[in-house]
């Protein structure tokens, strides 16, 4: 939903008597919406919901999206407003099975499409101190990648993974080509709070 608010097209002046009004309305860009049901990604977050990922569909007119959410289709509920450009696509390699304990997988690689987007590297170090560096989803499973080598525009290798955060280590050996792919980026994350009633619920 888009809220427009005619009130910002009216203006006051004085102009002389041969001015005619000339009202411009800005175009808006639509969102596009990732919709994550993902293990917590926060401690503030401890309650039953879900997170969104929104981004501009066109490159202008977007001034950020607020992520509603119904039980019934008439009462609506807002969660977090965000106005940082969410970075989602596809993988379009599958990510091989990883079994090995909770270090670096040096082995596995997976190539993400971002579209125009762009992902940065990270050090070892920093991504050990800070579980929210470049952590992202690939299908079910949450990880943190190390290097991002660009392939071509938007798209990306990624490799020096951790693998299978926050107790998502059942989902290491069920990757497919062409599943979702999330940055899971402060600011850019959207949280919508639910109630327990809600489980289960279309």
């Known amino acids: 939903c888009v809220l427009d608010d005619a009130s910002v097209l009216t203006a006051v002046g004085i ?7 000339n009202v411009s309305v800005a175009s808006y860009s639509l969102s596009d919406l990732l919709l994550l049901d993902i293990p917590i990604l926060r401690d503030a977050d401890d309650a039953p919901g879900l997170y969104g990922l929104m981004r501009p569909r ?15 289709g008439t009462t609506y509920t807002s969660g ?3 106005t940082l450009s969410a970075v989602f696509g596809t993988a379009t390699t599958t990510l091989g099975t990883w079994t090995g304990p909770a270090v670096f997988d040096e082995k596995n690689t997976v190539t ?10 990270a050090t070892r170090d920093a991504m050990l101190d ?3 560096v470049n952590a992202a989803v690939v299908g079910n499973e ?20 951790l693998r299978g955060r926050r107790g998502t280590e059942w989902a290491m050996g069920l990757h497919v080509a062409g599943e979702r792919f999330g940055l899971l980026q402060t600011g850019g994350t959207a949280r919508v709070v639910q109630v327990a009633a809600d489980i289960g619920q279309t």
């Not at 102009?15 to 009004?21: G, K, L, Q, R, W």
């Open 142 to 161: 949450l990880i943190q990648y190390r290097t991002a080598t660009l392939v071509t525009t938007g798209v990306y290798t990624l490799s020096g993974l």
């Open 130 to 132: 800070d579980a929210s």
């Open 15 to 21: 102009t002389d008597s041969t001015a005619t009004p």
């Open 80 to 82: 977090d407003k965000v």
């Open 112 to 121: 993400v499409n971002v579209g125009s987007a762009t992902l940065a590297s």
């Open 58 to 72: 066109y490159t202008t007119g977007w001034a950020g999206a607020v992520l509603f959410i119904s039980s019934d």
